[in-house]
């Protein structure tokens, strides 16, 4: 489903498409009226991905059919083993996790995992992990420590569980715990931003030595909606929070909160998986070879002044 601003594109598809389908029943030659769409759409595709507002972004972070953490560890790496389950509550299936090979090395991968429809996304909660999911994170941290091997946070949520159920359990206190485990992690640490980054529930395991982010992603302390609600009493206004919330991957470049931005295909990553996967592959490889001389007590030392140098101003 064509999202708002994109209709005059996918209407033009349909009129392209429309013609194609008349001209091979027909026999009749359209080449020169095709010739002319197509190089309308192409045009007009460029006006619209190459001008897109903050929110528009936020939109595309949020497209049917863009890759979840699970289609990105099956497209960039091989012989993934997930792991399942805290040790002491459950299994949250909002946070997924294992052991993996990138071009043959060894790492530990963990992402939030949303579904795919309304079925699947009841059962990932739509990507909103419990206290568990942190906890089984840790776990995943705990094995990289022990083995030597690089960690990897892929992050796409709007936020931790917020419900009285995940409270009850320590939801506040098992992000703060999590976020103080990642941030002592002896191995490299890489956190991507794969579409949305929602506060302390994408801060959780977010405290790498580099934070990447795909072009169309966004990541801020509180989602455009809540934020609008917030100062306007109204989530209809979540447009022009999106604005002053700065929250766009070339934002976030700017002011030092993420450090390299990974290419979207055109139109956004749902319309072109495998070549996002390409983006997002070579941006890690070349992230992790720039940390992997560094020895323990570097990359805890980069990692703290990394965190320590944001939020710097001049009067």
């Given at each position: 489903?064509?999202?708002?601003?994109?209709k005059p594109i996918?209407d033009?598809e349909?009129?392209?498409?429309?013609?194609?389908g008349?001209a091979?029943?027909s026999g009749v030659?359209?080449?020169?009226e095709?010739?002319v769409?197509?190089e309308?759409?192409?045009?007009?595709k460029n006006d619209?991905?190459?001008n897109?507002?903050?929110?528009e972004?936020?939109q595309l972070a949020?497209a049917?059919?863009r890759?979840?953490?699970?289609?990105?560890i099956?497209g960039?790496?091989?012989g993934?083993?997930?792991?399942?389950g805290?040790?002491?509550y459950s299994d949250?299936?909002?946070?997924v996790?294992?052991?993996?090979?990138?071009?043959?090395?060894p790492i530990?991968?963990?992402?939030?995992?949303?579904g795919?429809d309304?079925?699947?996304?009841?059962?990932?909660n739509?990507?909103?992990p419990?206290?568990?999911?942190?906890?089984?994170?840790?776990r995943m941290?705990?094995?990289?420590?022990?083995?030597?091997?690089?960690?990897?946070?892929l992050i796409?949520?709007p936020?931790a569980?917020?419900?009285i159920?995940?409270?009850?359990?320590?939801q506040?206190?098992?992000?703060?715990?999590?976020i103080?485990?990642?941030a002592?992690?002896r191995?490299?640490?890489?956190?991507?931003?794969?579409?949305?980054?929602?506060?302390?529930g994408a801060l959780a395991?977010?405290?790498g030595?580099?934070?990447l982010?795909?072009e169309?992603?966004?990541?801020?302390v509180?989602?455009?909606?809540s934020?609008?609600?917030?100062?306007?009493r109204?989530?209809?206004?979540?447009?022009?929070?999106?604005?002053?919330l700065k929250?766009?991957a070339?934002?976030l470049?700017?002011?030092?909160?993420?450090?390299r931005?990974?290419?979207?295909?055109?139109?956004?990553?749902h319309?072109?998986?495998?070549?996002?996967?390409?983006?997002i592959k070579?941006?890690?490889l070349?992230?992790?070879?720039?940390?992997?001389?560094?020895?323990?007590e570097?990359?805890?030392?980069?990692?703290?002044r990394?965190?320590?140098?944001?939020?710097r101003?001049?009067?």
């Amino acid at each position: 489903m064509a999202l708002e601003f994109e209709k005059p594109i996918a209407d033009l598809e349909a009129k392209i498409a429309e013609l194609e389908g008349f001209a091979t029943k027909s026999g009749v030659d359209l080449s020169d009226e095709l010739s002319v769409l197509r190089e309308r759409l192409a045009q007009l595709k460029n006006d619209t991905f190459e001008n897109l507002t903050r929110w528009e972004r936020v939109q595309l972070a949020r497209a049917p059919g863009r890759p979840t953490s699970l289609d990105v560890i099956g497209g960039i790496t091989t012989g993934f083993v997930e792991l399942s389950g805290d040790r002491a509550y459950s299994d949250d299936a909002a946070v997924v996790g294992g052991l993996a090979y990138l071009e043959g090395e060894p790492i530990v991968i963990v992402g939030h995992q949303k579904g795919r429809d309304t079925k699947e996304n009841i059962y990932r909660n739509f990507g909103m992990p419990h206290p568990e999911g942190y906890r089984k994170a840790m776990r995943m941290m705990d094995l990289a420590d022990r083995f030597g091997r690089p960690f990897v946070a892929l992050i796409d949520t709007p936020g931790a569980y917020p419900g009285i159920s995940a409270e009850e359990r320590g939801q506040a206190w098992v992000i703060a715990q999590s976020i103080q485990r990642m941030a002592r992690l002896r191995v490299p640490a890489v956190a991507i931003v794969l579409g949305e980054g929602g506060s302390g529930g994408a801060l959780a395991i977010g405290v790498g030595n580099r934070i990447l982010i795909l072009e169309n992603a966004w990541y801020s302390v509180i989602s455009p909606e809540s934020c609008a609600a917030i100062l306007w009493r109204d989530a209809k206004e979540a447009a022009k929070a999106a604005e002053a919330l700065k929250l766009s991957a070339f934002d976030l470049l700017e002011l030092g909160v993420v450090d390299r931005i990974i290419p979207e295909p055109g139109g956004g990553a749902h319309r072109d998986p495998k070549a996002t996967f390409v983006h997002i592959k070579q941006a890690l490889l070349e992230t992790l070879a720039e940390l992997k001389p560094l020895p323990p007590e570097a990359l805890f030392e980069d990692r703290y002044r990394r965190f320590r140098g944001l939020g710097r101003f001049q009067e």
